[in-house]
Nanobody, 123 residues
Framework: QVQPVESGGGSVQAGGSLRLSCAVSGRTFSINAMGWFRQAPGKEREFVATITWIGGAIYYADSVKGRFTISRDNAKSTLYLQMNSLKPEDTAVYSC????????????????WGQGTQVTVSS
């Protein structure tokens, strides 16, 4: 089984930075793609960024392009999300997801989910 566990969330002022980590345990060789999603209060869960475990193909949501960077360290079985120039609208619970399907921006295509980590950006 695959179990992602997020860390690194917190509170920061607008314009600041945070780096989220997602440690993945279990049968990581079965993973094809990993992604970050977020859900703000009163809103639906939305796609943030995704990366293939092998090859490193990347896709970002338009709202975070140029500000967020997704990366992974296969040796450490860890996924990262570097978030710069944070805005209040980035405030949300950020979740790490892993899946055996090809790279996707759709939550339903990911089979394994972490518990989520809160990111709060104040104005």
């Amino acid at each position: 089984q695959v179990q992602p566990v997020e860390s690194g969330g917190g509170s920061v002022q607008a314009g600041g930075s945070l780096r989220l980590s997602c440690a993945v345990s279990g049968r990581t060789f079965s993973i094809n793609a990993m992604g970050w999603f977020r859900q703000a209060p009163g809103k639906e869960r939305e796609f943030v960024a995704t990366i293939t475990w092998i090859g490193g193909a990347i896709y970002y949501a338009d709202s975070v392009k140029g500000r967020f960077t997704i990366s992974r360290d296969n040796a450490k079985s860890t996924l990262y999300l570097q978030m710069n120039s944070l805005k209040p609208e980035d405030t949300a619970v950020y979740s790490c997801a892993a899946g055996r399907r090809p790279i996707s921006t759709t939550p339903g295509d990911y089979e394994y989910w972490g518990q989520g980590t809160q990111v709060t950006v104040s104005s």
